[in-house]
């Protein structure tokens, strides 16, 4: 069973628009939720993280919204541009191990 | 920007070769974790360490697979004997601690031939 999955698997916007892309999880003692975003040919980079204690995250034009409830959270970029092209990465940890648990990716391609 | 050195960028090797990667974690972090990423684009988490101690490590990594970080040395990560499924890029993260970010960097890309 897969303890992470995003949706959708690719998901095109025009620039300017609002890319919202999905992650829910199984396991309830995850609590840690980094988006990572990676590039062709390079590694993961952190965009942005959230625990449970917030419902909401914001860093310029990207928020993560979390509910824990539902164990669902969201990731929206606002004003989209072509450079936010990759593969965003959702992932969850316990804090004791740390080990990392990823989904397998949302293709965001931003048209200019 | 990511700190975390690794080496080689690029391995080929033959079925049954050792294949052997370095990395050294971003000064200061204790905490080293080496996962694997398929063509596909799924992660694996394969074997974490804090300082020289192995914390938690899949059973994958414990046959063929052996790993160390020794003090005062790079970490690495060989597989002894490749085979063509472990065609694959190894990226190794660090970290403060069990609930900080993760920091990778730039991997290892193999080809088992």
Known sequence: QQQVRQSPQSLTVWEGE???LNCSYE??????????WQFPRESPALL???RPVSNKKEDGRFTIFFNKREKKLSLHITDSQPGDSATYFCAASVT???KLTFGDGTVLTVKP | NSKVIQTPRYLVKGQGQKAKM??????????VFWYQQNKNN???FLINFQNQEVLQQIDMTEKRFSAECPSNSPCSL??????????ALYLCASSLGGQDTQYFGPG?????L
């Open chain 2, 78 to 87: 060989e597989i002894q004997s490749s085979e063509a499924g472990d065609s």
């Open chain 1, 96 to 98: 004791n191990t740390g």
């Open chain 1, 48 to 50: 942005i993280a959230i």
């Open chain 1, 27 to 36: 396991d309830s003692t995850f609590d840690y939720f980094p988006w990572y």
């Open chain 1, 18 to 20: 609002t890319a919202i």
């Open chain 2, 22 to 31: 370095r990395c050294i974690p971003e000064k200061g972090h204790p905490v």
């Open chain 2, 42 to 44: 799924e992660f694996k």
């Open chain 2, 108 to 112: 290892t890309r193999l080809l088992v």
